[in-house]
């Protein structure tokens, strides 16, 4: 009985020990969390090896270069230093532009390596050599990061963490999906991958259609009002060579006037884009 006692005791000891103060949840900063998404955006256009904090480098590095720039052409501190503005946000708009570019050639290509996939696993083929063999059949834009899965896949014989590996490498919605049910076919099993994988290339297809007819539709709006907001700054640019025009921005009320201007405009282009925007899909399944 005594020992019973001794272990119950020994036991509520442990037990009181172990419930002590837990770890505090590690948190983020914000400024630490929009480092990880520029990374992230970086990912989603294709641009590998350079990372948000590398990319917020090289937007005060273009401000710095265009402001010296407009300065040696034009003199004049105010026009320089509102252009070195517009010079900080063209790397972010590059990025943006190639996210978009990016966007619309995995949009159009990914029924096609569904199709591929889903003739691959018709035809008796393994999972891991389907999407292997997307390296040599798959299309083109997507072959190089086929090719690493194929290299990691034959390297580890991992199937699952090569296709984590390979969903970050694609950092894309519709890859997430295909990853997904290959993961999922593969962990449990089952009869139905194929009709799944039918079933979703149509979905894209009919997507890809409908966002295609859409942006060309409002391609000409959206160019049209890029055009409206970045002629001014043009003919100032132009203007920029005149004595009477430097002295005219260099005082104060000229300077009032090239801020309010500065801001109108990119009210006036962000209110473009956000009209503009069709739903983007999220990568839910990262």
């Not at 946000?89 to 996939?117: G, I, K, M, Q, S």
């Not at 997904?180 to 194929?194: H, I, N, W």
Request: glycine share 10%; charged share 20%.
């Amino acid at each position: 009985m005594g020992a019973f006692l001794g272990l119950v005791l020994g036991l509520g000891l442990l037990l009181i020990w172990r419930s002590g103060p837990r770890a505090r949840p590690i948190t983020v900063r914000p400024g630490l969390r929009l480092l990880e998404r520029r990374t992230e955006r970086l990912r989603q256009a294709g641009v590998h090896g350079v990372s948000g904090a590398q990319l917020v480098g090289l937007q005060f590095a273009a401000a710095l270069v265009t402001a010296l720039a407009v300065l040696l052409v034009s003199g004049s501190v105010s026009i320089a230093a509102c252009f070195g503005v517009f010079g900080f946000f063209a790397p972010t708009a590059a990025v943006a532009r190639l996210y978009n570019r990016r966007h619309d050639e995995l949009r159009d290509v990914w029924p096609e390596v569904v199709d591929n996939l889903s003739s691959a696993v018709r035809a008796g083929m393994a999972l891991p050599e389907a999407v292997s063999a997307l390296e040599v059949r798959g299309p083109e834009p997507l072959r190089p990061a086929f090719g690493r899965f194929a290299a990691d896949y034959r390297a580890t014989g991992r199937f699952s963490d090569c296709l984590g590996r390979l969903k970050a490498d694609l950092a894309d919605p519709v890859g997430d999906r295909v990853c997904e049910s290959l993961r999922l076919a593969r962990d449990v099993g089952g009869t139905d991958l194929g009709r799944l994988l039918r079933t979703l290339s149509t979905f894209l297809r009919e997507d890809a259609r409908t966002r295609a007819e859409l942006e060309t539709r409002q391609g000409w709006t959206v160019n049209a009002a890029r055009l409206a907001v970045a002629a001014p700054w043009v003919v100032l640019l132009l203007l920029a060579t005149q004595a009477t025009t430097l002295d005219a921005f260099d005082r104060p009320a000229g300077r009032a006037l090239l801020v309010l201007g500065g801001v109108v405009s990119v009210l006036a282009y962000r209110l473009m884009l956000r009209i503009g925007q069709l739903p983007e899909e999220k990568r839910i399944l990262r």
